[in-house]
């Protein structure tokens, strides 16, 4: 039996009132991150399991014919009135439609190797597993990393030239697309040079409008003045050490 992908709504709807979207027909085999609707294929009345299947409608069109909802399990699940306890049109042939939950978090766009697709946000390059354990998003920036800002259409490749480098070597990574703003990249641009134009981590908090403290900059000044002291007494000891005939 042929089953369908799991509808995991990848990027954040924009169009609600849309609606559930199909997923399965009658009898198929599904997965959902979501709710599980079931409703009619079609409003035609002649739609029958005898008759041949009819284009599918939209889940507005047949809201109307009667439709269950439940939420749906971490499993496989097949599309048949039994999985809502009741069959909403009997003899007629059925849909079973996703809706949705939207998404808050970053998800895993591609592994090494593999296309990150339509992300209209960050990407972010790190470890896939440390000690046989798939890292989500946070335990995989808690290591060495590398991120991408992509506010544009297109796919990008998730290999050490798409991000400017190679922060594990040797070790199989992973992508990430942050485009729900789940993770503060101000404050990161802050800590570490970006990879599109490895810039030094001075210009970057220039470019980012940084600014030291007062109490920052007095002690700094402080620490250069304490090490320029130093340096100047060391090169007078180092000449009398040249100077000093070898007995």
């Given at each position: 039996m042929k089953r369908n992908?799991?509808?995991?709504?990848?990027k954040v709807q924009q169009n609600l009132e849309a609606g559930p979207v199909h997923v399965a027909h009658h009898y198929a085999k599904f997965r959902c991150v979501g709710d599980a609707w079931i409703a009619r294929l079609s409003t035609s009345p002649t739609s029958t399991a005898r008759t041949k299947r009819p284009a599918k409608d939209n889940f507005l069109a047949?809201?109307?014919?009667?439709?269950?909802?439940?939420?749906?399990p971490n499993r496989w699940i097949k599309c048949h009135g039994r999985f809502w306890g009741k069959d909403v049109a009997p003899h007629m042939r059925k849909q079973c439609m996703c809706e949705a939950k939207p998404r808050?978090?970053?998800?895993?766009?591609?592994?090494?190797?593999?296309?990150?697709?339509?992300c209209n946000g960050v990407l972010f390059y790190g470890l896939y597993k440390r000690n046989g354990k798939v890292?989500?998003?946070?335990?995989?920036?808690?290591?060495?990393?590398?991120?991408?800002?992509?506010?544009?259409?297109?796919?990008?490749?998730?290999v050490s030239k798409s991000f400017g480098g190679n922060p594990n070597r040797g070790q199989y990574k992973q992508c990430f697309c942050d485009d729900v703003k789940f993770i503060n990249?101000?404050?990161?641009?802050?800590?570490?040079?970006?990879?599109?134009?490895?810039?030094?981590?001075?210009?970057?908090?220039?470019?980012?409008?940084?600014?030291?403290?007062k109490e920052e900059e007095d002690s700094s000044k402080k620490e250069r003045e304490e090490k320029e002291s130093e340096d100047n007494e060391k090169k007078p000891r180092e000449e009398e050490k040249k100077e000093k005939p070898l007995s």
């Open positions: 992908p799991k509808c995991e709504n990848n047949v809201a109307d014919y009667g439709t269950r909802r439940r939420k749906a808050t978090e970053p998800y895993r766009c591609a592994k090494q190797g593999q296309w990150c697709k339509s890292q989500n998003i946070e335990e995989m920036m808690s290591k060495n990393y590398r991120y991408k800002e992509h506010y544009e259409n297109g796919n990008v490749q998730c990249i101000k404050k990161i641009k802050l800590m570490r040079p970006t990879t599109d134009n490895k810039k030094s981590l001075e210009e970057t908090r220039e470019d980012s409008d940084y600014s030291l403290s």
